[in-house]
């Protein structure tokens, strides 16, 4: 993979998560030292701190989860090689999570803050705040 601006490398590994990317289409965008830290959230309420393979793992069972994941992007911020990305998640449901129903489209505001070392992501700090729907 050629080396590419620290922006261009985030938005090509959302672009591969959004086509479905599993573990084979996500890793070429992932340093070998990549790590990911969840704040906490509401599908994950202790946050959580992934290495690599832990990430690739999750990319590839996300395709039993979910499909269509879409990002808009609504602001970035770069500064050298930091990109902070704020932007509206979603993706329809592919089984039912607490929350949520099978068929859902579950939607989320997040803000993440990138690190890029030679055209691949070294580490990534997110902060997911999830859409609940209204109570019935």
Same mark, same amino acid.
């Given at each position: 993979?050629?080396?590419?601006? &620290?922006?261009?490398?985030? @938005?090509?590994? @959302?672009?591969?998560?959004? =086509? ?7 890793? &070429? ?21 992934? $290495? ?28 050298? $090689? ?14 039912? @999570?607490?929350?949520?129903?099978? =068929? ?33």
């Amino acid at each position: 993979m050629t080396s590419r601006a &620290p922006l261009e490398s985030v @938005l090509a590994l @959302l672009r591969a998560i959004e =086509g479905g990317g599993g573990a084979a289409e996500i890793a &070429p965008f992932l340093a070998q030292d990549y790590t990911l830290s969840e704040a906490p959230h509401l599908l994950a309420p202790a946050g959580a701190t992934r $290495n690599r393979d832990d990430a690739l793992a999750g990319a590839e069972a996300a395709q039993d989860v979910v499909s269509g994941q879409r990002f808009v992007v609504r602001r970035t911020t770069c500064e050298g $090689n930091r990109v902070v990305l704020e932007a509206e998640w979603s993706a329809t449901l592919l089984m039912d @999570l607490p929350h949520w129903d099978t =068929g859902d489209v579950i939607r989320a505001r997040v803000a993440s803050v990138f690190e890029v070392r030679d055209g691949r992501v070294i580490s990534q700090d997110s902060y997911d705040c999830y859409f609940t729907p209204p109570s019935a």
